[in-house]
């Protein structure tokens, strides 16, 4: 699935309203443009939508995110291994163990600048703790689904 190749994003979108869709999409532009040779996992389940970007095709190798829950319609930018982050101006959310991440309400209010630094730093981060394994390819969209009315449905094309 190319950039401009969205069929698959777009079925998963459509269920949530047209102006947080567009903020979902050009957060994965921003982020693909950044890190064209990482693979995009898209998970669809019954709770939240969620588009995470790894070095191999394994979910725990995942080093950013973007995920709209379907109730709250919030928009997570989101480092899974984010308490290891500087983070020098504290704009990431979260008290988890694990997890931080920046509500995104707006496409100008990003702080693109601010989060490629972050998303810089865990990449790095993230490469580390694959052990720097690489997929069998690299900048794949793969599908996947968690929900049980979902369940089997499974996905994998090349940009």
């Not at 095709?57 to 899974?80: E, K, L, P, Q, W």
């Not at 209010?109 to 990449?123: G, M, N, R, V």
Request: charged residues 25%.
């Amino acid at each position: 699935m190319s950039i401009s190749q969205t069929k698959d994003l777009l079925k998963s979108l459509k269920p949530i309203p047209a102006e947080i869709g567009a903020t979902v999409l050009w957060l994965r532009d921003y982020t693909w443009n950044l890190y064209p040779q990482a693979n995009e996992l898209i998970y669809d389940n019954d709770s939240a939508l969620a588009i995470g970007w790894s070095p191999t095709d394994r979910v725990g190798h995942t080093f950013c995110s973007i995920a709209v829950g379907r109730i709250s319609m919030n928009i997570h930018y989101g480092f899974y291994r984010g308490v290891e982050l500087s983070d020098p101006k504290q704009i990431l959310l979260g008290e988890g163990n694990q997890y931080r991440y920046l509500l995104v309400s707006s496409t100008d209010k990003f702080p693109a600048k601010d989060i490629s630094q972050l998303t810089k730093e865990t990449d790095r981060n993230s490469l580390a703790k694959s052990q720097r394994q690489k997929a069998a390819q690299e900048g794949l969209t793969i599908v996947k689904s968690a929900s049980e009315k979902k369940a089997g449905e499974k996905n994998v094309e090349t940009r």
